[in-house]
């Protein structure tokens, strides 16, 4: 019993920011590899960034030296600050996360997705 949950989208104009969350509840052990995915109407999903249990990141490079993925272990959560967004950023955004329950099985769970629009 694990669910995930994104906050934090929105419509913003090109230039503008947003800070996404992603809050991981239920029974759980760990938290492993987390990390953010993104979905335009279209298109395919897409890997946007990664971090690591120990803080290692990954990003895709589009989005590299824009957008900075951290976590808070201690509030079993993940967050994707957006910097410089641009129009092609626009998609749902999903967070993703491997958990190890505390049963010590281990799986990949979603979240529902939240809505970034960046507009004029």
């Known amino acids: 019993q694990v669910q995930l949950v994104e906050s934090g989208g929105g419509l913003v104009q090109p230039g503008g920011s947003l800070r996404l969350s992603c809050v991981a509840s239920g029974s759980i052990l760990s938290l492993n590899t987390m990390g953010w995915y993104r979905q335009a109407p279209g298109k395919q999903r897409e890997l946007v960034a990664t971090i690591t249990s120990g803080g290692r990141t990954n990003y895709a490079m589009s989005v590299k030296g824009r957008f900075t993925i951290s976590r808070d272990n201690a509030k079993n959560t993940v967050y994707l600050q957006m910097n410089s967004l641009k129009p092609d950023d626009t998609a749902v955004y999903f967070c993703?996360?491997?958990?190890?329950?505390?049963?010590?099985?281990?799986?990949?769970?979603w979240g529902q997705g939240t809505q970034v629009t960046v507009s004029s």
């Open positions: 993703n996360s491997d958990v190890t329950g505390r049963l010590g099985l281990r799986y990949v769970y």
